[in-house]
């Protein structure tokens, strides 16, 4: 049996968060990491589920700004291929079949960060690597990252992801386009829609036109805007005629994904070197067994 490098680390790693995160720590409530009243300055986008026509524009858009290798998969993989977000892919859109109003319809939703108003991430991460802007992104800093990967641990929607394949590897996310922001344009996802399935403004804005829409149209709507209050709100909220549970969003409570970070601190590097020195033994007890056995022309003794 042949264990590269990469596989050995991609175990450790996997066998470093599995750790990390069966410790079962506490969750008393800590403040986000932001600056400013983010429910009066923080910025925010309302996707619209019955709008999107699955175009991914906004998917090539992102790509585009960020520097990051086209999607050269094909359009079918739309409907079928389970994965999602990754450290090239910063969001992506699927599409799901369902009965509505009487007839089969196809629903398209897309998938990013969602900008957490109290990010779980930052609050887990032990050297403040994220960080929760008043204007509604939450940033990553590479220069102060551990590698630990906590943070994909902790974030209830299974967002941030890990360059496997990268000799120095990161966590990437979705920016939401704070260089853009900061510009005063909108995120490249939202500029390159062109069915107004995505509104960008400030959050608050956002969900008052979302209770107008839902109060307009209530056959054609639920009632229901994601985003609004779930783990404490996000700056990326849905409307959708289907239940969300549906489209594969999870149900989530109200309250913030919180986590003891000094007592993490503590446990956390103890866990990965009792991983690095287990999975080093397996290592090398594969390399043992991979040597002794008889390989391709070799005479049994």
Not at 100 to 122: D, I, S, W
Not at 240 to 268: H, I, K
Request: overall charge positive; hydrophobic content about 35%; charged content about 20%.
């Amino acid at each position: 049996m042949e264990l590269s490098r990469r596989d050995f680390l991609k175990l450790g790693g996997a066998a470093s968060l599995g750790g990390i995160t069966m410790l079962g720590l506490p969750a008393p409530k800590v403040e986000a990491k932001s600056t400013g009243n983010v429910a009066e300055t923080e910025n925010g986008v309302l996707y619209d589920v019955s709008k999107c026509v699955g175009c991914r524009a906004c998917q090539n858009a992102c790509k585009s700004w960020n520097g990051l290798p086209p999607d050269s998969s094909g359009f079918d993989n739309i409907y079928d291929n389970p994965s999602q977000l990754s450290s090239k892919t910063f969001t992506v859109v699927k599409a799901k079949e369902f009965e509505f109003n009487g007839e089969k319809r196809l629903f398209f939703t897309k998938y990013q960060c969602m900008h957490c108003n109290v990010p779980a991430c930052a609050n887990a991460c032990l050297v403040n690597a994220f960080t929760k802007t008043a204007e509604g992104p939450v940033l990553y800093d590479e220069k102060r990252c551990l590698g630990c990967r906590y943070c994909m641990a902790a974030c209830p929607f299974g967002v941030p992801a890990y360059e496997w394949d990268t000799p120095l590897p990161w966590v990437r996310k979705c920016t939401f386009c704070a260089d853009r922001q900061s510009q005063g344009m909108a995120p490249a996802c939202v500029s390159a829609c062109p069915a107004g399935a995505l509104k960008f403004g400030k959050r608050t804005d956002l969900i008052a036109e979302a209770r107008q829409r839902i109060a307009a149209d209530p056959v054609n709507y639920v009632n229901h805007i994601y985003g609004e209050k779930e783990r404490g709100g996000t700056s990326w909220m849905y409307l959708s005629p289907v239940p969300f549970t549906q489209l594969g969003f999870p149900e989530m409570s109200e309250e913030p994904v919180t986590v003891d970070v000094e007592r993490a601190m503590g446990l956390v590097l103890p866990v990965l070197f009792g991983v690095a020195a287990t999975m080093s033994g397996i290592y090398l007890a594969v390399q043992r067994r991979a040597k002794a056995m008889p390989g391709p022309g070799k005479e049994k003794q």
